[in-house]
Nanobody, 129 residues
Framework: QVQLVESGGGLVQAGGSLRLSCAAS????????MGWFRQAPGKEREFVAA????????YYAVSVKGRFTISRDNAKNTVYLQMNSLKPEDTAVYYC??????????????????????WGQGTLVTVSS
């Protein structure tokens, strides 16, 4: 089991930027792909971004590609989500996500959460127009 703690959410104007962080503990962080998901009010949770164990490859939802960047620092057991050019439709609770097995690659997190076994508590991002 791994514990995930997000931080960095808040209120920002449209066009602004935020960086979310997710600190992991409880197992060897570098062995696992990591992802970010979000849930907007009244909507289902959706995939945002994923990153491979070595950070060699990243994946993004179409809606955030070119604006968001996922990265990780394995020495700090932390994954980040840099969000630029924020839009009101990016308003959501953002969740850090980790699979239950090292065999689950980042590509397997794209578009669905069935391989996610560990979730953070979420951090709220509100983008005002």
């Amino acid at each position: 089991q791994v514990q995930l703690v997000e931080s960095g959410g808040g209120l920002v104007q449209a066009g602004g930027s935020l960086r979310l962080s997710c600190a992991a503990s409880g197992r060897t962080f570098s062995m696992y792909a990591m992802g970010w998901f979000r849930q907007a009010p009244g909507k289902e949770r959706e995939f945002v971004a994923a990153i491979t164990r070595s950070a060699g490859s990243t994946y993004y939802a179409v809606s955030v590609k070119g604006r968001f960047t996922i990265s990780r620092d394995n020495a700090k057991n932390t994954v980040y989500l840099q969000m630029n050019s924020l839009k009101p439709e990016d308003t959501a609770v953002y969740y850090c996500a980790a699979p239950g097995s090292p065999a689950v690659g980042a590509a397997m997190l794209v578009g669905n959460d069935r391989h996610v076994k560990n979730w953070g508590q979420g951090t709220l991002v509100t983008v005002s127009s």
